[in-house]
């Protein structure tokens, strides 16, 4: 069930509450990402200017990189707080059924 929540003023977000077994668990609140999200998604608008410009490969390539690896550190945030939050959550509760959904998860995000 999700509902909608206000936060900043006019910003709003959506709140998860997830529920296992008689269980609900708040989700994490990733908000702090949101100002290096901005960021790759400006490199991003830059490599396709660069493209449009004909600029030098590995120019092109260089910028490419940086906005992924910046996505890649979002990601590997993101994926802590859920090993430190969802998934422990899941665990602490003492329902096998939660804890296997959670491995389940974890494996299909690694593998």
Do not use: W
């Amino acid at each position: 069930m999700s509902e909608k929540t206000k936060t900043h003023g006019k910003k709003s977000a959506v709140k998860q509450m997830h529920h296992h077994h008689g269980e609900h668990h708040d989700h994490p609140d990733h908000s702090i990402h949101l100002k290096r999200l901005h960021k790759v998604k400006g490199q991003i608008e830059g490599i396709e200017k660069m493209i449009l410009d004909q600029r030098y490969c590995p120019d092109i390539i260089n910028q490419v990189k940086a906005a992924s690896a910046a996505l890649r550190a979002v990601e590997a945030e993101i994926f802590k707080s859920h090993l430190r939050g969802c998934v422990k959550d899941a665990f602490s509760s003492k329902d096998p059924f939660a804890a296997e959904e959670k491995i389940q998860e974890v494996m299909k995000m690694v593998f």
